[in-house]
């Protein structure tokens, strides 16, 4: 399994768009790129998933560039709720029993 | 929307005792996952569950260490005989296709 590089924590302010990156230079070829959400005392909650290029859902976009070898996670307008440790994983989400590693994740803090 | 649920929701027992972990996944999930969160620690993967069988374990999941699906809808966690050091979060996640949904957590204290 490919293994993550991302920053311990983030701060940023109501309102502004946040942009998390994450490094993953060893990533395969069938790998795909898997961001999670944790509250505390809450189990992880999938934000969103993709391959190559762009991804958006409801709630974020995932910027992939051509060598796969890192992404950003972008969540527009954050608010105070969105203050949660944030994953980046790497593995093979499309198939099989896959676990998922988790990494430390990214301690993002929204502040009024 | 579905989820996955959990009991208890909190769970303290003397070392040395067996306790049980219950989750109730999603109902037409296929797969289904045990991990395990120390405090301030990583997420960590405990089994995965596929077909009424495991298809993968960690090193963490010994002998002491066992799952059940008993009648289609819940999937147990078992600890024989607990130790300091299985105190954690423990959460069940079950999917269907490549999304993991997890439940909120059992927080197991063991004294």
């Known amino acids: 399994l490919a293994k993550t590089t991302q920053p311990i924590s983030m701060d940023s302010y109501e309102g502004q768009e946040v942009n998390i990156t994450c490094s993953h230079n060893n990533i395969a070829t069938n790998d795909y790129i898997t961001w999670y959400q944790q509250f505390p005392s809450q189990g992880p909650r999938f934000i969103i998933q993709?391959?190559?290029t762009k991804v958006t859902n409801e709630v974020a976009s995932l910027f992939i560039p051509a060598d796969r070898k890192s992404s950003t996670l972008s969540l527009p307008r954050v608010s105070l709720s969105d203050t949660a440790v944030y994953y980046c994983?790497?593995?093979?989400?499309?198939?099989?029993?896959?676990?998922?590693?988790f990494g430390k994740g990214m301690k993002l803090t929204v502040n009024p | 929307e579905p989820e996955v649920t959990q009991t208890p929701s909190h769970q303290v027992t003397q070392m040395g005792q067996e306790v049980i972990l219950r989750c109730v996944p999603i109902s037409n999930h296929l797969y289904f996952y045990w991990y395990r969160q120390i405090l301030g620690q990583k997420v960590e993967f405990l089994v995965s569950f596929y077909n009424n069988e495991i298809s993968e374990k960690s090193e963490i999941f010994d002998d002491q260490f066992s799952v059940e699906r008993p009648d289609g809808s819940n999937f147990t966690l078992k600890i024989r005989s607990t130790k300091l050091e299985d105190s954690a979060m423990y959460f069940c996640?079950?999917?269907?296709?490549?999304?993991?949904?997890f439940g909120p957590g059992t927080r197991l204290t063991v004294t």
């Open positions: 993709g391959y190559k």
């Open positions: 994983l790497v593995g093979d989400g499309q198939g099989g029993s896959e676990k998922l590693v």
């Open positions: 996640a079950s999917r269907r296709s490549y999304e993991q949904y």
